[in-house]
């Protein structure tokens, strides 16, 4: 669990380097751990690692040499002092919930967020009594505190949001989750590391599908949580975090709060991943290693490339409206040109059509954008949210995450800008 991040570096040059030190073949790719256990030297190194008196691998469930490298990696790029992998972005956002709460407890959460989180929240959190209430993400100030009480126990949003395409305004958030002391959760998965820093906006815990623009391929599923430095300190002898305050019995009386490590994080090795066992397979974490490789270069031509074709399809007669924060038309732009590097504001774009006939006639049309439940290819895809995505939401729930049966949503892959301009001509008709 060599975890540690090198801060003296630029993002870049750390999506290449951080966490990996060579093994004993000095190979230049990660080498692919694939192990399921690990041998200990003595009975006494193994009575130490489960006492968690001395960090070191048991067995792939908690850790893996290769994962590490992932999680140290990300943690290192997005500013953060630790990163655990998991099988999936829903298992991050699970986790890091049920970190924070349980049975009784509240979480606030956004408005508009991806359509799965949304059913985890609404729907399975409930069955594990945990409530989920609602904020206004266009009216923070008038919404979340009022949702929060004494049992508020996580504060989540998404920095854009998948897939109405808001931009959070992060400070504002944060500002109030620091004034009541509760845990901030930033889905940071559409906006990736190198647009949105959302640590240096007072976040606490960011989260990510490692699945979407990390891979990049729609080749590999992968979650993680990041831990801000320092967030030992909000927990430590905060009344709204017993499990980190208490005794663990299934730890013979560990009491978190009292390591000298970075206690969110730790948790989710030692509770969620070793009880519940969504885990990162270590080839997988080699695969979203290869995608974070490139990820600068790759989101800077998603972010350009969506803002040509948000141009031009804000021009043509068949769409109603365009929401894509870097159009200078778009409510979001202020937000975006605050937070976020160089204004670019990443490869989704919502569009509304005439009607729903028109916004279903589009989607059959395409020739390159390919009809898919995916974000973040190299390839473009296309789908209407209202028939999948969100299609287990309420009316209501439509209405309040900002969805119509005309919205279109679009992932810009990496082909020729024009190409993808000239595809969408002939689908609009
Ligand atoms: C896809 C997605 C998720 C879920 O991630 P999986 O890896 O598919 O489980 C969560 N949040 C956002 C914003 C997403 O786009």
Same mark, same amino acid.
């Given at each position: 669990?060599?975890?540690?991040?090198?801060?003296?570096?630029?993002?870049?040059?750390?999506?290449?380097?951080?966490?990996?030190?060579?093994?004993?073949?000095?190979?230049?790719?990660?080498?692919?751990?694939?192990?399921?256990?690990?041998?200990?030297?003595?009975?006494?190194?193994?009575?130490?690692?489960?006492?968690?008196?001395?960090?070191?691998?048991?067995?792939?469930?908690?850790?893996?040499?290769?994962?590490?490298?992932?999680?140290?990696?990300?943690?290192?790029?997005?500013?953060?002092?630790?990163?655990?992998?998991?099988?999936?972005?829903?298992?991050?956002?699970?986790?890091?919930?049920?970190?924070?709460?349980?049975?009784?407890?509240?979480?606030?959460?956004?408005?508009?967020?991806?359509?799965?989180?949304?059913?985890?929240?609404?729907?399975?959190?409930?069955?594990?009594?945990?409530?989920?209430?609602?904020?206004?993400?266009?009216?923070?100030?008038?919404?979340?505190?009022?949702?929060?009480?004494?049992?508020?126990?996580?504060?989540?949003?998404?920095?854009?949001?998948?897939?109405?395409?808001?931009?959070?305004?992060?400070?504002?958030?944060?500002?109030?989750?620091?004034?009541?002391?509760?845990?901030?959760?930033?889905?940071?998965?559409?906006?990736?590391?190198?647009?949105?820093?959302?640590?240096?906006?007072?976040?606490?815990?960011?989260?990510?599908?490692?699945?979407?623009?990390?891979?990049?391929?729609?080749?590999?599923?992968?979650?993680?949580?990041?831990?801000?430095?320092?967030?030992?300190?909000?927990?430590?002898?905060?009344?709204?975090?017993?499990?980190?305050?208490?005794?663990?019995?299934?730890?013979?009386?560990?009491?978190?709060?009292?390591?000298?490590?970075?206690?969110?994080?730790?948790?989710?090795?030692?509770?969620?991943? @070793?009880?519940?066992?969504?885990?990162?397979?270590?080839?997988?974490?080699?695969?979203?290693?290869?995608?974070?490789?490139?990820?600068?270069?790759?989101?800077?031509?998603?972010?350009?490339?969506?803002?040509?074709?948000?141009?031009?399809?804000?021009?043509?007669?068949?769409?109603?409206?365009?929401?894509?924060?870097?159009?200078?038309?778009?409510?979001?732009?202020?937000?975006?040109?605050?937070?976020?590097?160089?204004?670019?504001?990443?490869?989704?774009?919502?569009?509304?059509?005439?009607?729903?006939?028109?916004?279903?006639?589009?989607?059959?049309?395409?020739?390159?954008?390919?009809?898919?439940?995916?974000?973040?290819?190299?390839?473009?895809?296309?789908?209407?949210?209202?028939?999948?995505?969100?299609?287990?939401?309420?009316?209501?729930?439509?209405?309040?995450?900002?969805?119509?049966?005309?919205?279109? @949503?679009?992932?810009?892959?990496?082909?020729?800008?024009?190409?993808?301009?000239?595809?969408?001509?002939?689908?609009?008709?």
């Amino acid at each position: 669990m060599a975890n540690l991040p090198h801060n003296n570096f630029s993002q870049d040059t750390l999506a290449l380097h951080a966490g990996y030190h060579y093994d004993s073949q000095r190979t230049m790719s990660v080498p692919i751990y694939q192990s399921t256990a690990y041998s200990f030297e003595s009975l006494a190194q193994a009575a130490a690692r489960f006492g968690l008196k001395e960090l070191g691998n048991i067995y792939t469930r908690l850790s893996n040499p290769t994962t590490d490298v992932l999680g140290a990696r990300l943690a290192a790029v997005e500013g953060g002092v630790f990163g655990v992998p998991t099988a999936s972005g829903t298992a991050a956002i699970f986790y890091a919930i049920v970190n924070c709460a349980q049975a009784g407890d509240n979480i606030v959460y956004a408005n508009k967020i991806y359509g799965g989180t949304q059913t985890l929240f609404v729907h399975t959190l409930k069955r594990f009594n945990i409530e989920a209430r609602v904020f206004d993400i266009d009216n923070i100030e008038a919404s979340l505190e009022s949702a929060i009480d004494s049992n508020t126990k996580a504060i989540f949003f998404e920095s854009i949001s998948n897939p109405q395409i808001s931009i959070a305004d992060t400070e504002l958030i944060t500002r109030i989750a620091k004034k009541h002391k509760i845990i901030s959760i930033c889905d940071n998965t559409v906006a990736t590391a190198f647009l949105h820093k959302p640590f240096a906006y007072g976040v606490d815990i960011s989260v990510h599908s490692l699945s979407k623009y990390v891979n990049g391929q729609g080749s590999a599923l992968g979650g993680a949580i990041i831990e801000r430095a320092g967030l030992n300190e909000l927990i430590k002898n905060n009344p709204r975090y017993p499990a980190f305050n208490t005794p663990d019995e299934s730890y013979h009386g560990l009491i978190y709060a009292d390591l000298p490590l970075p206690i969110f994080s730790i948790r989710i090795l030692t509770e969620w991943l @070793r009880n519940v066992g969504a885990t990162l397979s270590p080839h997988s974490a080699w695969i979203l290693l290869q995608g974070l490789e490139t990820l600068e270069l790759r989101i800077k031509r998603h972010s350009s490339s969506a803002l040509k074709i948000a141009e031009f399809l804000e021009s043509h007669p068949k769409v109603k409206s365009v929401s894509y924060p870097a159009l200078s038309s778009n409510p979001y732009k202020k937000l975006l040109t605050k937070y976020y590097t160089d204004a670019q504001a990443s490869g989704l774009i919502s569009f509304e059509a005439k009607s729903f006939e028109d916004a279903q006639h589009i989607c059959n049309s395409t020739h390159i954008f390919a009809m898919v439940v995916n974000i973040g290819d190299s390839k473009s895809l296309i789908i209407h949210p209202a028939s999948t995505t969100h299609s287990q939401l309420s009316t209501q729930e439509l209405q309040s995450a900002g969805i119509t049966p005309c919205t279109v @949503r679009l992932s810009i892959g990496l082909e020729s800008a024009d190409d993808l301009i000239n595809d969408l001509k002939q689908a609009l008709g």
